[in-house]
């Protein structure tokens, strides 16, 4: 289980940074995996609004940081965007990579691809503002809801809070440790109810990662999905991806993991290899199907086709006969 934190306050140590922290820490004491995007720290350019993503669905600026946060956004099942109110809207640097997320945007919209992880992937927004209007949130709302969409999120919570200026000011603030704890327990309990089933293969650029997309789409709610090899390449198949997206699901942008670290942060319920064999470490408990497919590394796209309609037969009946108690 992983939470994605953006910061994008541009004040260092700032008071939307110290409850961010807070609820990424309550996070890590539930076992969560974390990690954190710091949109100010970040090196990369703002959108030109060129238009050659709604064209090609990709960006044309071939800065790095995007990507990044596009990855880990597909990983995560609760993206949290920490930021302070500035003129009723987001700071600069948050503003310029919700820009740069039209990318996703017209992935989903104009070229009706879609992350397997949308429907059950949350949303939190985290705020502070120095004053105490009435419509102090309103626009960064908005803002947030929107960038949540486009990268594969619906905006769920929001945790906001009033005449927080001065440095450290939110530290001091009477309830803000309550209300973190108590918007943790809400945003992650559900999804620790689930079960874990990884998928494996060598390199998980191909055959794993078709399992994983089809079973998030299938059972998000239901089962945790890891999708990893034993000695993963640097990226997915282009032909993979290719075929997903002819399935509506959206491969672009995943970034093969490692199987050891995927199993050092988690204890699965069932383990499905592909094809690994003797690579795939034995996990004491753990339940092993072997559905020892093909490795697509050498097909051509027809050859990936029907790799691909047989992994999705497997997940479908799959994804039918896990156990019931698997889920609390």
Same mark, same amino acid.
Request: aromatic share 8%.
């Given at each position: 289980?992983?939470?994605?934190?953006?910061?994008?306050?541009p004040?260092?140590?700032?008071?939307?940074?110290?409850?961010?922290?807070?609820?990424?820490?309550?996070?890590?004491?539930?076992?969560?995996?974390?990690?954190?995007?710091?949109?100010?720290k970040?090196?990369?350019?703002?959108?030109?609004?060129?238009g050659n993503c709604?064209?090609?669905? *990709?960006?044309?600026?071939?800065d790095?940081?995007?990507?990044?946060?596009?990855?880990?956004?597909?990983?995560?099942?609760?993206?949290?965007?920490?930021?302070?109110?500035?003129?009723?809207?987001?700071?600069?640097?948050?503003?310029?990579?919700?820009?740069?997320?039209?990318t996703?945007?017209?992935?989903?919209?104009?070229?009706?691809?879609?992350?397997?992880?949308?429907?059950?992937?949350?949303?939190?927004?985290l705020?502070?503002?120095?004053?105490?209007g009435?419509?102090l949130?309103?626009?960064?709302k908005?803002?947030?809801?929107?960038?949540?969409?486009a990268?594969?999120a619906?905006?769920?919570?929001?945790?906001?809070?009033?005449?927080?200026?001065?440095?450290?000011?939110?530290?001091?603030h009477?309830?803000?440790?309550?209300?973190?704890?108590?918007?943790a327990?809400?945003?992650?309990?559900?999804?620790?109810?689930?079960?874990?089933?990884?998928?494996?293969?060598?390199e998980?650029?191909?055959?794993?990662?078709?399992?994983?997309? *089809?079973?998030?789409?299938?059972?998000?709610?239901?089962i945790?999905?890891i999708?990893?090899?034993?000695?993963?390449?640097?990226?997915?198949?282009?032909?993979?991806?290719?075929a997903?997206?002819?399935?509506?699901?959206?491969l672009?942008?995943l970034?093969?993991?490692?199987?050891?670290?995927?199993?050092?942060?988690?204890?699965?319920?069932?383990?499905?290899?592909?094809?690994?064999?003797?690579?795939?470490?034995?996990?004491?408990?753990?339940?092993?199907?072997?559905?020892d497919?093909p490795?697509?590394?050498?097909?051509d796209?027809?050859?990936?086709?029907?790799l691909?309609?047989?992994?999705?037969?497997?997940?479908?009946?799959?994804?039918?006969?896990?156990p019931?108690?698997?889920?609390?």
């Amino acid at each position: 289980m992983l939470v994605l934190g953006i910061k994008g306050s541009p004040r260092k140590k700032g008071n939307t940074d110290y409850l961010l922290g807070l609820f990424m820490a309550e996070a890590e004491k539930r076992g969560w995996e974390t990690a954190v995007v710091d949109a100010v720290k970040e090196n990369f350019e703002a959108c030109i609004g060129c238009g050659n993503c709604d064209r090609t669905g *990709f960006c044309i600026i071939k800065d790095q940081m995007p990507e990044k946060f596009f990855s880990l956004a597909r990983r995560a099942d609760v993206v949290v965007v920490s930021v302070p109110v500035y003129f009723y809207g987001v700071p600069a640097r948050i503003k310029a990579l919700m820009d740069r997320t039209q990318t996703l945007w017209a992935r989903k919209h104009i070229f009706k691809i879609k992350d397997p992880g949308h429907d059950y992937r949350k949303g939190v927004l985290l705020a502070a503002a120095a004053t105490q209007g009435r419509d102090l949130f309103v626009g960064i709302k908005l803002s947030v809801r929107y960038f949540l969409d486009a990268a594969g999120a619906k905006l769920e919570e929001t945790l906001c809070y009033r005449g927080i200026d001065e440095r450290g000011a939110m530290e001091k603030h009477p309830a803000v440790h309550e209300g973190a704890a108590q918007l943790a327990q809400r945003v992650l309990s559900p999804f620790e109810r689930r079960k874990t089933v990884v998928f494996a293969c060598r390199e998980n650029a191909g055959r794993s990662q078709m399992a994983g997309a *089809f079973a998030r789409l299938l059972a998000g709610d239901r089962i945790e999905v890891i999708s990893a090899g034993t000695a993963p390449s640097e990226k997915t198949n282009p032909m993979v991806v290719e075929a997903m997206a002819e399935k509506g699901l959206d491969l672009a942008f995943l970034k093969p993991l490692s199987l050891g670290a995927a199993l050092e942060k988690c204890s699965p319920h069932t383990l499905v290899t592909m094809g690994c064999g003797e690579e795939c470490p034995f996990i004491p408990g753990c339940r092993v199907v072997d559905w020892d497919l093909p490795d697509p590394a050498a097909m051509d796209l027809a050859g990936v086709r029907t790799l691909r309609d047989d992994i999705e037969k497997r997940v479908k009946a799959f994804v039918m006969e896990f156990p019931v108690d698997a889920v609390d």
